[in-house]
């Protein structure tokens, strides 16, 4: 006889306990014993007992447990079981859950430790992975949500969801309250200006109150510098567009007249300081009727220099590409009268927004990481160490990318009424865009490469994202070697290549043709692919959507819409072309508030590196990951101090800012 202590621990939140009975079972190599204690989890408690077993069970295998219930089915959040067998130099074994038990049928948790496929089809181990996969791939199914993009998870909305993708019930209140609250501001800023004038840029004072940061407070006093202009290229809300230039851009007219200025471009760009923002993507998409109002689209083309004192200026801004059957378009410079050199400007910044939003926020961060979500569910079981290593970064990402679908960008949602690319040119843009995703622009060393953008000392963003990239890369390279000996290893994992596969050609619609892998061939290909997974659901989502209320809640700064077409001449810009071009107070306010629920902090928040799971089990992986923390630890002590010395510091990248996972 032999006495094991079990110990069941509950999820925290709210709701996670269960008035049910639990019933569990102790699975070994050389035997199962049904343990006759039952317990009724209690939310964020460890509930620990001790029971005698007549038979040796040997090693432990399996954990089952099957929770009864008579009227109400109760779901219980189970975190993880873990168990001491007899002997006081026994191991404790882990038995990690981490999702909902409903029903009354028997869930089996294998003991923690990670393992790949085997070929033994005897194994218990085997046995219990591939019927895992089986059920799961009857769960997590693909669904079209538009022809030509990423293939999401088949739920028509949050509710059809699996339950184990859904906000826990404290995430649900914290966002549902938001977004009432955002509602009754809109509602509030909106009726308070009926009664005002609208027609200077002051006016734009009248909405904006409510929550506001030091950069918030900044962008206020100073978006008609230059200075800050050319600085969001750089660190703003969107640092993913400037590219140094190599030749003066095709679709640059330069007009007689203007061979100073050519002189001045081909110096800067001798000088290797000449970079541009090419915004050609939003040519020719048509642009939004909003309320029986039309909006207008441009696609400008920016050349900026870079100062010896690292400031990005601005140098001349073409709005609209040359178009053969119409008069040359006008060069603004900043020379030029302010209000047209303004608007010159705020029609670049409106096109920012577009892209921002839809090319950069939505489908590289939201509709990528629910690609590798859905995939990780449906190829990887439990017991595989990537799963173990990628689950914490799918967090929510299901269920915020189906609201965002069913509200934020659906027919008549949120875009469609408030943002030039809505009315269905949001679809045409999210698959131009799609055309040009490359597996090479998802990795910093590789992208800001390509764009020239490294060893600029005021491109805080790119130095940021290559610290985090390295660091990354060491805790995937050490949770890989851990577990893949060797190249062979790799090629020989069925499971992880079937990941693979599943990603490119299914989830991504054939993207091997735009660098993305179908097989990994060596352990370093594997470590990349993974390193970029965690980026972008981590890092680069932290990057693109914590600036979006900083940037964009003063609505001038960088407006939703254009309400007036492209200025074709300098002299004729007044303040009425310049209040009437930027978006309404409706407009207005529903950009203020819905930058703010987006990317807020949030009160459930887990940072990069922190998790709250233990999926893995024995020493080893513990230790990569204690590293990984202390290395992100550093890096957040290097940023602090960099950003003490700076006038406008960059906090985006933080590690204490960024989220596991993309939750928002």
Known sequence: MGRYRIRVATGSWVLSGSFNRVQLWLVGARGEAELEMQLRPTTGQVEEFEHDVPDDLGPLQFVKLRKHHSLVDDAWFCDRITVRGPGASAEEAAFPCYRWVQGEGVLTLPEGTARLAGTN??????????????????????????????LSIAAGSKDDLPLNMRFHEAKRLDYEWTLMAGIMEIVFKYVSTLLSSWNKLEDFNQIFWGPKTALTEKVHRCWQDDELFGYQFLNGA???LLRRSTSLPSRLVLPSGMEELQAQLEKELQKGSLFEADFILLDGIPANVIRGEKQYLAAPLVMLKVEPSGKLL????QIQPPNPSSPTPPLFLPSDPPLAWLLAKTWVRSS???????????????L????????????????????????????????????ARSSLISDG?????????????????????????????????????????LGIPSALYAHDALRLWEIIARYVEG???????GDDVVRGDPELQAWCREITEVGLCQAQDRGFPVSFQSRAQLCHFLTMCIFTCSAQHGAINQGQYDWYAWVPNTPCSMRMPPPTTKEDVTMATVMGSLPDVQQSCVQMAITWLLSRPHADMVPLGHHKEEYFSGPEPKAVLRQFQMDLDKLEREIVARNEQLDLPYEYLKPSRIENSITS
């Open 121 to 150: 089809t005897l194994d218990v181990f085997q046995k219990h992975r591939e019927k895992e996969l089986e059920e799961r791939q009857q769960i997590y199914c693909w669904a079209t949500w538009k022809e030509g993009l990423p």
């Open 238 to 240: 969107n640092p993913m």
């Open 314 to 317: 601005p140098m001349v801004i």
């Open 352 to 366: 920012d927004f577009q892209l921002h939003e839809l090319q950069y926020h939505v489908l590289n961060n939201h």
């Open 368 to 403: 990528l990481a629910e690609v590798i979500a859905v995939a990780t569910m449906r190829c990887l079981p439990g017991l595989h160490p990537l799963f173990k290593l990628l689950i914490p970064h799918t967090r929510y990402t299901m269920e915020i990318n189906a609201r």
């Open 413 to 453: 949602g949120i875009f469609d009424k408030t943002g030039s690319t809505g009315g269905g040119a949001l679809v045409q843009l999210l698959r131009r865009a799609m055309a040009q995703l490359t597996y090479h622009s998802l990795c910093p060393p590789d992208d800001l490469a390509d764009r020239g953008l």
């Open 479 to 485: 949770i890989v070697h851990l577990f893949y000996p």
